[in-house]
Structure formats: C-alpha cells, structure tokens
C-alpha cells in the first residue's frame, strides 16, 4: 500500500471507512465477521481507520476496538464527537459540542475503542451554540493529556476551520467529496493547502453510486439511509444513469472499474488527499485498494470532466434537515 501525508500524519493512500459495517446502509454485518474483515484490511496495508460514537451509535467504536487491539500500534483510529446522543435508546437529539460533553464522548470513545489515545479527533458537525475556539481549545487540552493524537473537522465552513485552526492546529478536514459531488473545490481545499491540512473524502464513491452496481431500479430499505437522500430517489437514480455508463466506458477503455476511475481521480486532485471508502465485502476492498497503484493520463481526466459536465447531477446530497448542518 501506498503512504501519503494527512497533515503531519503518515498512512496509507486510503483509508476505510467503518460506518456501514454497523451502520447507515442496511443490515450491520455479524461480529466475528467484522472483526475478521477489519484484521484483513490490516493485512492489506490499510492503516487509517474512521469511526464515530454515532455509528449504531456506539457499536462501530466497540468493532472497531475489538477488531484492532491486537495490532493497536500499527494503525491510526479517528473517531468522532458533536452529537448528543441519549445513552439509553441511541436516538440521536442534536448537536452537541459543550467542552464537558466533548470530554465524556472522549472518555467512552476510549473505553469502547479499547485504547488510550485517540490518533485524529473530529468534530463531527459544527455545533453553532458552541464557540468553535472553545471546542479547539477543548481538544488542545485533550492532547496535551495525551488522550487525543490530532484534531480535525467534518463539513465545517471555512470561516470556522480558519478560527478552530488558530487556536488548535488542524491536522485534517473531512467532509463529502466525489466525482458526484464537487463543493469542496470552491473554497476548502484552497484553505486546507495553504494551511497544510489534510482531505479525507467520505463517499469517495458516491455512497456506492460511481461503482455502476446501481440501476434505475435500485430501491433501499428503511434501515438504509439513501432512502433519506433525495439524489437516490427513483427519478434521480435514472436520471443519473447517464453518469455511470459514461465512467463504466472510461473504466472499461483501461481495463478497470468505475470504483477505480473515481477513486483515481480523487487521488490525483492533490498528494494530501486520502479517501476513505466503506465496504463490507473483501473482493470490494480489494478493488478499491487498488485504485492506489493507477495513475491517470491528461486524456483520461479530460474525458471525466467532460463527462460529469455534460451530464450534471440531479437531487441534492442531503435532505434538508441535514443539509443544515454542513458548511457551517
């Protein structure tokens, strides 16, 4: 596996991302078949693992740590804080970044994540009844205890990555970014480059749209959370068909997959970007490590820009409920 630089932080080229083994897209996969898939990332050179309290909630921390304790000191754990999650039903009541609570999360991350350290720390979503330099100072606190490694953000404003930022360095940004969906462009990464921090992208494909795995006729159950987002509705998934057989041809012309193609190419917008896909299934994590070793030619990222900006994408990312709570 391929190293990149996360701000000050080395690992691999990309990440995994944990949620959907326990969380937000269907059935979570058996314990023991987790703990195993999670071993074998490691094998594999994966060494940059995401997680979050929210994610079950909680179970996802408690995985991850189980399944990563035996080779604790080969890999990085990030997880999160920033909601405030009733303990006894897991309903999740708002956002919550109060300096005492972001302690507490800290403190039930370590126990569930069976460690003493958390490598990188994120606010999950910017909480605007909390002073951000406040929480930054909070998290400064934390790693000069040695209970936290880095600090990072998820889809927070520029404005308030600039003043978390000066009051604790930043050591990484994550928020939403793919061939689906481009917003960070604008004005993130210019930001996090002359600040040296590090992208994560999350959906890196499309919450499994870019692999070409979905057609018009996909649907997804109540426990899936696509079924939330309006760019998965039936009318959008065909609208935006034409996407996905544009980058099937791309993908087929090289002799790899859509998965590959969009993974590449997020690769090749800048050396400090590590993605983080989520998947339950071996063969898909294999395909997508192997996107690392793939170097596009100048017609190939032609080819992708003309095709996503002859085909815009239709439904928003988010419903609004959620939607509020990005850029923020």
């Not at 000069?144 to 990072?152: E, I, N, P, Q, S």
Request: proline letters at 6%; hydrophobic letters at 40%.
């Amino acid at each position: 596996m391929r190293k990149r630089k996360l701000g000050s932080l080395e690992v691999s080229a990309i990440g995994l991302g944990c949620m959907g083994l326990s969380h937000g897209y269907g059935t979570s996969v058996d314990r023991q078949q987790g703990i195993a898939f999670l071993r074998a990332a490691v094998e594999r050179g994966v060494t940059l693992f995401d997680t979050a309290e929210m994610y079950g909630p909680f179970v996802n921390e408690e995985l991850v740590g189980e399944a990563l304790a035996p080779v604790r000191g080969e890999v990085l754990i990030a997880t999160k804080f920033g909601f405030d999650i009733a303990p006894e039903t897991g309903k999740v009541r708002g956002v919550d970044s109060r300096p005492a609570h972001v302690r507490e999360v800290v403190e039930a991350s370590l126990r569930r994540l069976r460690t003493d350290r958390i490598d990188l720390l994120y606010q999950h979503r910017v909480d605007p009844d909390v002073p951000i330099e406040d929480v930054a100072g909070t998290v400064k606190e934390l790693i000069g205890a040695g209970k936290v490694g880095h600090f990072g953000m998820c889809e927070a404003g520029v404005k308030t990555i600039r003043r978390a930022h000066a009051v604790q360095p930043l050591t990484a940004v994550q928020s939403e970014y793919s061939l689906w969906w481009r917003g960070p462009e604008e004005e993130a990464l210019p930001l996090l480059e002359e600040l040296a921090i590090g992208f994560v992208p999350y959906s890196p494909l499309g919450r499994g749209f870019l692999t070409g795995a979905m057609s018009a006729d996909t649907s997804f159950g109540d426990d899936d959370f696509r079924k939330l987002i309006p760019r998965f509705t039936p009318e959008a998934l065909k609208a935006n068909q034409a996407l996905v057989e544009r980058l099937r041809g791309i993908a087929a012309a090289r002799g790899i997959t859509p998965a590959q193609i969009a993974l590449a190419w997020l690769l090749s917008r800048k050396p400090w970007i590590v993605p983080i896909p989520g998947t339950t299934k071996l063969h898909r994590l294999d395909e997508n490590i192997g996107a690392t070793e793939l170097t596009l030619a100048a017609g190939d990222l032609d080819e992708i820009e003309r095709a996503f900006a002859e085909n815009p994408v239709h439904g928003a990312r988010y419903p609004e409920h959620l939607q509020r709570l990005v850029g923020r």
